[in-house]
């Protein structure tokens, strides 16, 4: 049994209208953390005298390390706090692969600022670099807040230590996210010793309160968008799973039921997280793009089973309660530049594709569907997909393995037979990491630039 939910009347409205490209502020923003970033060496520069010795110049460097890793923490908190104008304009992908790098950089720097100060307040006692583990249970049970301080930095450390690729891998997905929520708890038990034994902030009153401000508003936006905005959503909506219905083997869609689901203010391309209240999954919340477009009382999500979250889907029985958070993702129309698109899909990768081919404005013969999948049998949605490439004359092809298990030839040379004018298209692409990667070489090869090669990953 399969679904059927194509050509409802707003998805037609979509399709006429005008092309309105929107540019993605990562740049400005890029800038503006860098500006900030010279303010802190400014404040520092400011407040450091002419260094003489050894000593004045490691405590100095433990100073500076220290100044930027608190400044990096307030980004990596701001990172995951999932505010709109991050995660639907720049890109989940995107942030979160900012997020990973200002936790690296932030780890690497807290460390560089205890060894540094450590060793600075040794020499400073007359010891060696030797006696600097005792320097430092010393300074913790002698200096203000220092005790909160190793704390919050041990969780740093260990939260550094399960998000390491091979031990990420490893891990549950669930352990890994919430020791990674742990990421809270280290910002505040370290922020109090940067206050109260930060000699930059004891001298310049004015940086005291920029400090204040900065994690002050970090907070409330953490607050507003990771619980009170969800709170609003699902308390608005009211969500149960209406049924689950297997497309292909290992495929299924859970239908989604709710009040003013249009309204949502989701838009095709984009995912939410969810979080289905049955036994063994409350506690897991997961991105699933939407495969339909939202209607007044449905949404649908297609999933297939690759892990023990995806495989208990099919178990969903109607009535079980959805939390949602979302709308999220930015590989929306508003990426468009080009009056002609392509679209690929890899496996699963369909779902947010399928939004997008029914709702992409354009005029008959604009849209192009590529769709790749090992066999016919396990291409999902393919009736769906049918019908509005008919309805739209829209060209929707797929890529499937030869009856010897061969692959298809998906290369620049081919994708230039099929689609010849295929550098004058913008493409959005889901799929596989590995598949991903191998189209958009293909792409560039057949002369896409890569400004017009829009793709979200979702993997954690």
């Avoid at 923003?29 to 000593?55: E, F, H």
Wanted: overall charge positive; glycine content about 10%; aromatic content about 8%.
């Amino acid at each position: 049994m399969t679904t059927t939910l194509a050509g409802g009347r707003a998805a037609r409205r979509q399709t006429m209208r005008r092309i309105r490209p929107r540019r993605s502020p990562a740049v400005p923003l890029l800038l503006a953390v860098l500006a900030g970033a010279v303010g802190v060496i400014w404040l520092w520069w400011m407040n450091t005298p002419s260094i003489a010795d050894t000593n004045g110049k490691i405590l100095n460097a433990g100073r500076i390390t220290g100044l930027l890793a608190g400044y990096l923490m307030a980004l990596v908190v701001l990172q995951m706090a999932r505010v709109p104008a991050l995660e639907r304009r720049v890109g989940s992908d995107r942030v979160a692969r900012w997020h990973a790098m200002s936790g690296r950089y932030t780890i690497s720097l807290v460390l560089a600022h205890v060894f540094l100060i450590m060793w600075g307040y040794a020499l400073q006692a007359g010891k060696s670099l030797g006696d600097i583990v005792q320097q430092t249970i010393d300074s913790i049970n002698q200096l203000p807040d220092m005790g909160k301080a190793a704390i919050g930095t041990g969780l740093l450390v260990v939260i550094g230590l399960v998000s390491i690729g091979p031990v990420r891998r490893r891990i549950p997905y669930d352990t890994w996210y919430h020791v990674h929520l742990l990421t809270y708890a280290s910002v505040f038990l370290t922020f109090w010793h940067q206050i109260t034994t930060g000699n930059d902030f004891a001298v310049e009153p004015v940086a005291k309160t920029f400090w204040y401000a900065l994690y002050g508003s970090v907070s409330a936006l953490v607050v507003w968008y990771r619980i009170l905005t969800p709170i609003r959503l699902n308390l608005k909506h009211r969500m149960r799973v209406e049924a689950v219905i297997e497309e292909t083997p290992g495929i299924v869609s859970v239908l989604i039921g709710g009040r003013k689901l249009h309204r949502i203010g989701a838009e095709a391309g984009q995912f939410f997280r969810w979080r289905f209240l049955a036994p063994g999954m409350r506690f897991s919340s997961h991105p699933y793009s939407l495969s339909a477009n939202p209607r007044p009382d449905m949404l649908r999500i297609t999933v297939k089973a690759i892990g023990d979250h995806t495989a208990r889907l099919r178990e969903l029985t109607p009535g079980t309660r959805v939390w949602a958070e979302g709308p999220y993702g930015a590989m929306t129309a508003q990426r468009r530049s080009q009056g002609k698109v392509l679209l690929v899909a890899g496996g699963v990768g369909i779902t947010p594709m399928r939004t997008l081919f029914e709702t992409l404005p354009g005029a008959a013969g604009d849209i192009t569907l590529l769709y790749r999948a090992n066999t016919t049998q396990d291409l999902a949605l393919w009736d769906e997909l049918a019908k509005i490439a008919e309805e739209r004359g829209a060209r929707l092809m797929y890529a499937v393995n030869s009856p010897d298990g061969e692959r298809p030839d998906i290369s620049a040379e081919s994708l230039q037979r099929k689609i010849p004018d295929i550098d004058r298209h913008d493409v959005f692409m889901c799929g596989p990491a590995g598949f991903a990667q191998s189209v958009y070489e293909a792409l560039r090869g057949a002369g896409v630039p890569a400004r017009r090669i829009h793709h979200e990953s979702f993997e954690m």
